[in-house]
């Protein structure tokens, strides 16, 4: 697991807050994917043009970029009951842009000092996933299916 935490400093004394966002190995690939494509909406971010971007990287979470908000935020989802719309949690973390900047010149790092993050495969290329039900089966990949199945009025 790969945690981005909030750190607090309290009369000298720093500690974790709760506010962050923790990833699996799965989840991390899928999220490395996408950094090119994350940077790019922050270089919009900064110049205010019209961002909208919303990501999945795995189970309940998404990585969303909006314009007017100079933040990378790492969500998680619900599903409201008789609501076919996600909504954030307050379980999560926002960067600010020089904070997304710093975590992705750690990324190299990181991933020398855990080798087996950088030859971590996506969980959709395997061969589970080439039918739609495992696909579904996926926790990772199927962000609400779990929880909020599909259902039938006979
Ligand atoms: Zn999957």
Same mark, same amino acid.
């Given at each position: 697991?790969?945690?981005?935490?909030?750190?607090?400093?309290?009369? *000298?004394?720093?500690?974790? +807050?709760?506010? #962050?966002?923790?990833?699996?190995?799965?989840? &991390?690939?899928?999220?490395?994917?996408? /950094?090119?494509?994350?940077?790019?909406?922050?270089?919009?971010?900064?110049?205010?043009?019209?961002?909208?971007?919303?990501?999945?990287?795995?189970?309940?979470?998404?990585?969303?970029?909006?314009?007017?908000?100079?933040?990378?935020?790492?969500?998680?989802?619900?599903?409201?009951?008789?609501? *076919?719309?996600?909504?954030? +949690?307050?379980? #999560?973390?926002?960067?600010?842009?020089?904070? &997304?900047?710093?975590?992705?010149?750690? /990324?190299?790092?990181?991933?020398?000092?855990?080798?087996?993050?950088?030859?971590?495969?996506?969980?959709?290329?395997?061969?589970?996933?080439?039918?739609?039900?495992?696909?579904?089966?996926?926790?990772?990949?199927?962000?609400?299916?779990?929880?909020?199945?599909?259902?039938?009025?006979?």
């Amino acid at each position: 697991m790969i945690h981005i935490r909030e750190y607090k400093t309290e009369n *000298g004394q720093t500690f974790t +807050t709760k506010k #962050g966002v923790s990833f699996t190995k799965v989840r &991390w690939t899928k999220f490395r994917g996408q /950094i090119d494509e994350i940077d790019s909406k922050v270089e919009l971010l900064k110049r205010n043009q019209h961002v909208d971007y919303s990501h999945h990287i795995g189970a309940k979470y998404y990585v969303t970029i909006s314009t007017g908000i100079k933040c990378v935020n790492f969500r998680r989802y619900f599903m409201p009951k008789n609501s *076919g719309k996600k909504r954030p +949690t307050r379980s #999560g973390i926002a960067l600010r842009l020089e904070e &997304w900047e710093t975590l992705v010149s750690k /990324i190299d790092d990181l991933h020398r000092q855990l080798p087996e993050l950088s030859v971590a495969s996506p969980c959709y290329n395997s061969l589970d996933h080439l039918n739609q039900t495992g696909y579904l089966n996926c926790r990772e990949c199927s962000s609400f299916s779990t929880e909020f199945g599909i259902q039938f009025n006979v």
